[in-house]
C-alpha cells in the first residue's frame, strides 16, 4: 500500500510538536474525535482502513508518531515516552479538539495510555489494541540490547535488513503493515525512534490503574503484546472491558485487522459518547 489517494473527504496536515518538529496527521470523516496511533514500525496508512470504517460516525484523526513515515525526527534525544505523549496533545491543540478518545495498536496503544494518564481531563476513553510488554527490569535489558541491534542494522545495512530477522516472528498482520511502511520511512529517523527502548513508559502493570476513562483493551497474542498483560490490564484499570477480538495469526492485512476491531470498536465509541451526553 502506497501512500492512499482515493479518500476525498480525507485532509493531510502538518502541526509541530512542542519541541518545533514537524508532525504529520490526516483527518477522515464527521462526527466526535478518535486519535488513532499506528503501531512502531508501520506508519499512520496502517490504520486507514479501520479509519474507514469507522468516518461514516467519527471523525478519525491518523498521525504519524513522531520518527514515523512523513514524522521525521532524527535526533535520538527527542524519542521519550514523554514527547510521544505531549506530540498527541499538540496535535490535539492544533485541531481544536478538547476532548477525545484515543487508542493505538502496539507502540501507539502505550503512548494512549500514557496520555490517558497524563491527561484525563483531555481522554474520554482509550482503545489499547495489543498491549506492549511493561517489562521487569532483566526484560528491559533485553529490550535495550534488542532495538540498540536493530538501529545498529539499520544504519549500516538498511532498513529491509534491519526487520528481516524480527518479521517472521511477529503476527502476519503486523509484519504486512511494516514491509508496506518501509518505502515510506526516513532511515536516519528510525534509527533514532529506536532510542525509545532506553526510556520506560510503565514501572509495572499496576500503574494502569491511574487510568481513569473507559477503556476497551484489544489483547495481542504475540510475545511483545502477550494476551496476558491485555488481561491484567483490563483487571487494574478502574473501567476497563476486555474485547473478545484479539490480533492473532488469522489476520494477514490492515483490511483484515480493521473488519476484525471495527465492530467492538465502534461499539465502545458509540457507548462512550453516549455517556457523556
Given at each position: 500500500?502506497?501512500?492512499?489517494?482515493?479518500?476525498?473527504a480525507r485532509s493531510d496536515?502538518?502541526?509541530?510538536?512542542?519541541?518545533?518538529?514537524?508532525?504529520?496527521?490526516?483527518?477522515?470523516?464527521?462526527?466526535?474525535?478518535?486519535?488513532?496511533?499506528?503501531?512502531?514500525?508501520?506508519?499512520?496508512?496502517?490504520?486507514?482502513?479501520?479509519?474507514?470504517?469507522?468516518?461514516?460516525?467519527?471523525?478519525?484523526?491518523?498521525?504519524?508518531?513522531?520518527?514515523?513515515?512523513?514524522?521525521?525526527?532524527?535526533?535520538?534525544?527527542?524519542?521519550?515516552?514523554?514527547?510521544?505523549?505531549?506530540?498527541?496533545?499538540?496535535?490535539?491543540?492544533?485541531?481544536?479538539?478538547?476532548?477525545?478518545?484515543?487508542?493505538?495498536?502496539?507502540?501507539?496503544?502505550?503512548?494512549?495510555?500514557?496520555?490517558?494518564?497524563?491527561?484525563?481531563?483531555?481522554?474520554?476513553?482509550?482503545?489499547?489494541?495489543?498491549?506492549?510488554?511493561?517489562?521487569?527490569?532483566?526484560?528491559?535489558?533485553?529490550?535495550?540490547?534488542?532495538?540498540?541491534?536493530?538501529?545498529?542494522?539499520?544504519?549500516?545495512?538498511?532498513?529491509?535488513?534491519?526487520?528481516?530477522?524480527?518479521?517472521?516472528?511477529?503476527?502476519?498482520?503486523?509484519?504486512?503493515?511494516?514491509?508496506?511502511?518501509?518505502?515510506?520511512?526516513?532511515?536516519?529517523?528510525?534509527?533514532?525512534?529506536?532510542?525509545?527502548?532506553?526510556?520506560?513508559?510503565?514501572?509495572?502493570?499496576?500503574?494502569?490503574?491511574?487510568?481513569?476513562?473507559?477503556?476497551?483493551?484489544?489483547?495481542?497474542?504475540?510475545?511483545?503484546?502477550?494476551?496476558?498483560?491485555?488481561?491484567?490490564?483490563?483487571?487494574?484499570?478502574?473501567?476497563?472491558?476486555?474485547?473478545?477480538?484479539?490480533?492473532?495469526?488469522?489476520?494477514?492485512?490492515?483490511?483484515?485487522?480493521a473488519q476484525t476491531v471495527?465492530?467492538?470498536?465502534?461499539?465502545?465509541?458509540?457507548?462512550?459518547?453516549?455517556?457523556?451526553?
Amino acid at each position: 500500500m502506497r501512500q492512499p489517494t482515493d479518500d476525498a473527504a480525507r485532509s493531510d496536515l502538518t502541526y509541530a510538536g512542542a519541541d518545533g518538529c514537524a508532525l504529520y496527521a490526516s483527518v477522515i470523516g464527521t462526527g466526535p474525535p478518535v486519535v488513532l496511533l499506528h503501531g512502531g514500525g508501520p506508519d499512520r496508512w496502517s490504520l486507514l482502513p479501520l479509519a474507514r470504517l469507522l468516518c461514516e460516525r467519527f471523525t478519525v484523526v491518523l498521525p504519524d508518531i513522531r520518527g514515523y513515515g512523513q514524522s521525521v525526527c532524527a535526533d535520538p534525544s527527542r524519542h521519550t515516552w514523554q514527547q510521544y505523549t505531549d506530540d498527541v496533545f499538540s496535535l490535539l491543540d492544533h485541531l481544536g479538539i478538547e476532548r477525545t478518545v484515543v487508542g493505538g495498536t502496539g507502540l501507539g496503544s502505550t503512548i494512549a495510555l500514557r496520555a490517558a494518564v497524563d491527561r484525563p481531563d483531555r481522554i474520554a476513553g482509550v482503545v489499547p489494541i495489543g498491549v506492549e510488554d511493561i517489562e521487569d527490569d532483566e526484560a528491559k535489558a533485553a529490550e535495550i540490547e534488542f532495538l540498540d541491534a536493530f538501529a545498529e542494522r539499520a544504519e549500516s545495512a538498511g532498513l529491509h535488513a534491519a526487520w528481516a530477522p524480527i518479521v517472521p516472528d511477529l503476527p502476519p498482520v503486523v509484519g504486512a503493515m511494516v514491509r508496506d511502511a518501509i518505502p515510506r520511512s526516513d532511515r536516519a529517523s528510525i534509527v533514532a525512534a529506536a532510542a525509545i527502548g532506553h526510556d520506560r513508559s510503565f514501572v509495572d502493570v499496576e500503574q494502569l490503574a491511574a487510568v481513569a476513562a473507559p477503556t476497551l483493551v484489544i489483547p495481542g497474542t504475540d510475545w511483545r503484546h502477550p494476551r496476558w498483560l491485555a488481561e491484567r490490564a483490563a483487571e487494574v484499570i478502574p473501567d476497563a472491558t476486555l474485547a473478545s477480538v484479539a490480533i492473532s495469526s488469522d489476520l494477514h492485512t490492515a483490511d483484515d485487522l480493521a473488519q476484525t476491531v471495527a465492530p467492538p470498536i465502534l461499539d465502545f465509541l458509540v457507548r462512550t459518547y453516549a455517556a457523556r451526553g
